[in-house]
């Protein structure tokens, strides 16, 4: 293999770039060339693609957002796109791929790798939704902005004695309201993987007001409901009145945490590896602190088993 190429794709996540940056470094230590290719699958069809040298991933390593720029491209879900796609990598030599997304970008993938251009995949999502890797991109940096917020949102909601709804991103995964969770010290976490017990819920707010708290944080996942309808129902059900903060595209963006910008060098270097060793369809991942590989389609089968214990233990901990 001579020439690989990168892209990023899908929803976009801190450490993207930090990925890109080892990608292309370890491509050329091992004397590859590299091509960046942006817009994700659109950049591909279209030919919106350049070679990258060292110096192009200079300075990106702290940056969130994606210096390729990241997209969804409903053409590439085609077999007139998909062959457009194969047709600009013929034309421009490149042998292999990098690409650096969530699952809908890994099954794009697959597509290629099965048309003789293999892909390996890089899980960038903040919401930690991938099958086979312990974390993924962007999720550690994610998790510490939702944090930061909380902790703000407790300053205030102390100061008027109110019960705040944080709603924060997941639309099926709730990790990250599970963790921002547990590390805000919210009384209450309601995630798609657990069935609401509203009358639980109250019960919860109110021994806390008994016994003299002076604020309550429940955090949304907006899988779920919105914090706004959970607000209706909360007053709709107990009469009790909250103020709703959506925290919104801020957890998608900002500098990554030391965390993601140590995961992305490790993934970038791997995915290179894989390549070089002429493997298609696999995903990069984290395993009990060890970086791996393994067959992409493990990424597609939706069994994750969610951490009952951390979810019995936000409760415990929140009484
Ligand atoms: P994410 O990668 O964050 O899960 P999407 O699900 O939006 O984001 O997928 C990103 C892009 O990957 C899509 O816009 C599309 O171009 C491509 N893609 C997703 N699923 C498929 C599929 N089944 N076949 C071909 N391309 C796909």
Known sequence: MKRIGVLTSGGDAPGMNAAIRAVVRKAIYEGLEVVGIFHGYQGLIDGNMEVLNLGSVGDII???????????????????????????LKANGIEGLVIIGGDGSYRGSMTLTKNGFPCVGIPGTIDNDIPGTDYTLGFDTALNTVIDCIDKIRDTATSHDRTFIVEVMGRDAGDLALWAGLAGGAET????????????????????????????????????MSGSEFAAKLMEHANIETRVSVLGHIQRGGSPTGRDRVLASMFGARAVEVLIAGSGGRAVGIQNHQVIDYDMNEAFEKSEVFDQNMYQLSKELSI
């Open 62 to 88: 702290q940056r969130g957002g994606t210096k390729l720029y990241s997209a969804r491209c409903p053409e590439f879900r085609t077999e007139e796109g998909q062959q457009k796609a194969i047709e600009q």
């Open 189 to 224: 976490i309601i995630i798609p993987e657990v069935k609401m017990n509203m009358e639980e819920v109250v019960e919860r707010l109110k021994s806390g007001t008994s016994r003299g708290k002076k604020h309550s944080i429940i955090i949304v996942a907006e899988g779920v």
